[in-house]
């Protein structure tokens, strides 16, 4: 491939990077660690995202597991919540920082309707969110392929 397709590539990806930041999927810690100037390389935010999605899928599956139970555990429940929070905060993934709120909240009044109902959103965009960095991920490695393979 030549350096023509190389640029097209880079601008395909900063396109859907912000897009996502329109939609507010991310926020500007994510672009931060897009910066030229940051200490953070191509290959390590890859390695964040990932992270980032099968963690908290994993908490999501169990946020699900724990909201269903006929003695819901508003702890605990609260505490996954803000973990994947916190996840979220370090990664720059705001509409699912801004889920998680709406879960914790439901966990402090101790209200099993409003905490089914959040976490059926919170797994929701998520969901949205992943597609996202999934797609991000298939464009970061396609540029990577093809500066690797000229």
């Given amino acids: 491939m030549d350096n023509l397709s190389i640029e097209a590539s880079k601008r395909l990806l900063s396109g859907h990077v912000n897009s996502m930041y329109e939609e507010s999927d991310v926020d500007d810690v994510f672009y931060g660690y897009r910066s ?7 290959d390590q935010l890859a390695e964040m995202i990932k992270s980032f999605c099968v963690e908290v899928e994993r908490e999501i599956s169990e946020l699900e597991g724990y909201s269903k139970l006929p003695n819901i ?44 109902y959040a976490v059926v959103g919170l797994h929701n965009v998520f969901k949205r969110t992943k597609t996202h960095f999934e797609t991000y991920l298939e464009n970061l490695f396609r540029i990577k392929f093809v500066v690797m393979d000229s």
């Fill in 36 to 42: 030229p100037r940051s200490k953070c390389s191509a």
């Fill in 73 to 116: 555990d508003f702890v605990m429940t609260s505490k996954l919540a803000r973990s994947i929070k916190a996840r979220s905060i370090l990664i720059g993934a705001k509409n699912v920082r801004g889920s998680c709120v709406y879960v914790i909240e439901a966990c402090l009044v101790s209200d099993e309707e409003t905490l089914s």
